[in-house]
């Protein structure tokens, strides 16, 4: 029997570390070559890494909520391995032969394919340091089946979505408590029924922030008053903070305690702006082409950027450096299932008005749908962050940090406004400005803001400028 360790691959992009958000393999299990075993949350995307080997999982090197650095080892296989041997392994021993000679071939490297989830990885349960293991069923007399760690094929977890059928409710019938595509197609035809008869119990909600980063027991006791007992239901609920919104609150906090934010707020009357686009739609639309108003106003922040390359800027903290940069490779800010993701638009100074509707267009499709790479994060200098018709009246937008400045677009509305000395009927629309007050001087960021609302307020200027 030979012993092969794994190790956190090289995922590329300077990361140096990975938070397990979701096993999906365990002791004992037997997997092919290429099986998805676990996915990773890194500060980029949350990746699934596949098997390099067929074999036997002997041992897994933390529990989901870990964060594990690039070449530490993450599971044991055993090749090869009998019955006897792989008991032996699954209980964290060797035979002496293994042990005194194991097996350091690296062999291939796992695959790691970019996956942005529809729903908040690792957000189900309570913190788990331990190596996960298999599900043990409900016990006979509980009410209805549930098992905060359901085990399920990549394949079993998208028809869980698809269905609205929560896995945890869903009792197992495959090897090693595994839930079957099956067993989720006969759950669902049950009207929320277990394949007993049993009635499932109604799924724990997920709110958008979750209470605390910390474990339970490495924070101070909070004092809330006992919810009342009379209703099950109004029990309170800790949901650990793990994956997309622990990476959220991490850059949120840096950003906010790091850089000395200053917010400015300018107004554009869109009434050029929403004729321009009504001229172009239809040839956009010829093109297979969706064309909003964000093509715009991204090509009118990269004319801005080019007047004032102060604000293409990078701040490195390291060495106490601003870092222009030569390229303009803009965020943009998107708000999915998992927290608010922040792909880029590369070189968007290089592209035409439809070419950047057409890549708003996949990005913002590949957000909602989880299908994100890698290379569709990091290296962006500035962000436009866009609320649509949720855009309220002006808010005060984090910079995304090390940015030095952000973007906020709000809602168009109909509104009084002035026109030749009359009072007239028209659209406008409100822009919210951050800067890190460090870097970029009041003035400064004045004066990009009115190069910016100059350029949509005459938007045809684009078409020479951009």
């Known amino acids: 029997m030979a012993i092969y360790e794994f190790k956190l691959p090289d995922i590329g992009e300077g990361v140096t570390e990975g938070e397990i958000v979701n096993w999906l393999v365990a002791v004992g299990d037997t997997v092919t070559e290429d099986q998805e075993m676990v996915e990773i949350m890194t500060d980029k995307a949350t990746v699934t890494i596949g098997s390099p080997k067929a074999g036997r999982i002997a041992e897994l090197r933390g529990g989901v909520g870990d964060v594990v650095p690039v070449g530490a080892v993450l599971v044991v296989y055993e090749l090869g391995a009998g019955a006897s041997s792989g008991e032996a392994a699954a ?9 005194a000679a194991p097996n350091k071939d690296d062999g291939p490297v796992a695959s790691a394919v970019g996956d ?38 990549p394949a079993t977890r998208k028809l869980a979505r698809e269905l609205g059928v929560d896995l945890r409710h869903v009792p197992p019938s495959g090897p090693a408590d595994r839930v079957t595509r099956e067993d989720v ?21 997920v709110t958008a ?58 107004e554009v009357l869109a009434d050029a702006l929403i004729a321009a686009r009504a001229r172009l739609k239809p040839l956009a639309e010829v093109q297979g082409v969706k064309l909003t108003f964000l093509p715009f106003i991204v090509k009118a922040t990269v004319a801005a950027l ?26 943009i800010a998107a708000a999915t299932d998992a927290g608010l993701m922040v792909p880029v638009l590369r070189s968007a100074d290089r592209r035409s008005m439809i070419d950047v509707a057409r890549e708003l267009e996949r990005l913002g ?66 822009l919210s400005l951050s800067f ?31």
């Open 365 to 430: 499709n590949d957000a909602r749908d989880g299908k994100l790479k890698q290379e569709d994060f990091g290296g962006s200098s500035f962000t436009i962050t866009s609320l649509g018709k949720l855009g309220g009246l002006f808010a005060t937008p984090i910079v995304n940090y090390p940015e030095v400045a952000i973007l906020g677009v709000h809602e168009m509305k109909r509104k009084p406004v002035v026109k030749d000395d009359a009072i007239v009927i028209g659209h406008e629309m409100l």
């Open 209 to 266: 922030l979750a209470s605390s980063a910390a474990a339970p027991q490495a924070r101070a006791p909070i004092s809330i008053a006992p919810a009342s007992t009379s209703d099950p239901g109004s029990a309170d609920v800790r949901l650990p903070l793990r994956g997309v919104r622990k990476r959220i609150f991490e850059n949120m906090a840096r950003s906010k305690h790091t850089a000395a934010h200053f917010t400015y707020v300018e």
């Open 116 to 153: 942005i989830k529809e729903t908040l990885p690792g957000m189900g349960g309570a913190p788990s340091r331990a190596p996960a293991a298999a599900p043990a069923a409900a016990p006979a007399a509980q009410p209805s089946y549930f098992n905060e760690r359901p085990l399920a094929a």
């Open 306 to 331: 080019k007047q004032h390359p102060e604000l293409n800027c990078v701040f490195d903290e390291s060495t106490q450096e601003m870092v222009r940069r030569r390229t303009y490779d803009i965020g």
């Open 436 to 466: 890190d007050h460090r870097i970029i001087d009041g003035h400064v960021g004045a004066a990009f803001a009115a190069t910016i609302v100059s350029l949509l307020n005459d938007p045809d200027r684009l078409m020479l400028e951009a």
């Open 91 to 99: 209980n964290g021993t060797a035979s002496p032969a293994a042990a």
């Open 185 to 205: 197609t006969r759950f669902a035809e049950g009207g929320g029924k277990a394949a007993g008869g049993q009635a499932a119990a109604p799924s724990a909600g």
